[in-house]
Structure formats: C-alpha cells, structure tokens
C-alpha cells in the first residue's frame, strides 16, 4: 500500500500544533493534531507506511501495534474523504 497525495485536490497548510487541509473539490477541510501532522508530512515526503510508523512508534513512545493501526485508520480516513489515494 502506498499513499499518493494529489496536489490538484488538495492543499495544507500547518499553523502550530496543527496541520489544515483542504479537499480543493469538495470543499471540505480537515484539521489534523500534532501527530497526524507528522504524518500528512511524511505523506508528503513519499514515506512509507512502514517509515511512518516506525517514527511514530519511536517518537511518541506508543507500541509498533498501535502506530501501525492508528496510522491505517487515519489513512482509510484520508482516502474516504478523497485527500490521498492507495495504490
């Protein structure tokens, strides 16, 4: 599984803490917390899921477990409200 972000649908934007996005087709916006940030990051960088749960799991000291499921249900999210698509 890979995440691809289409620039062409979507912008961010951080501001503190906070990642913003906006779906520019729908219209709607998402705001991510500190840690979701790190990822929409990630994301941006062409990380893999594998590398992104690995930081999370070593950065935020939380179980590989619960990176990796937490990290697939934010990424199921962001595929159903058309933001990042898997290939």
């Given at each position: 599984?890979?995440?691809f972000i289409d620039k062409e649908v979507v912008c961010w934007s951080k501001l503190e803490n906070e990642t913003l996005l906006l779906n520019l087709v729908t219209g709607f916006y998402y705001t991510?917390?500190?840690v979701g940030g790190?990822?929409?990051e990630m994301l941006v960088d062409?990380?893999?899921?594998?590398?992104?749960?690995?930081r999370i799991t070593k950065e935020y000291?939380?179980?590989?477990?619960v990176a990796e499921q937490d990290l697939k249900e934010l990424?199921?999210?962001?595929?159903?409200?058309?933001v990042l698509t898997l290939k």
């Open positions: 599984m890979r995440p991510l917390d500190e790190v990822i929409w062409q990380k893999n899921p594998e590398e992104i749960a690995a000291d939380v179980p590989a477990e990424l199921n999210m962001l595929q159903s409200e058309g």
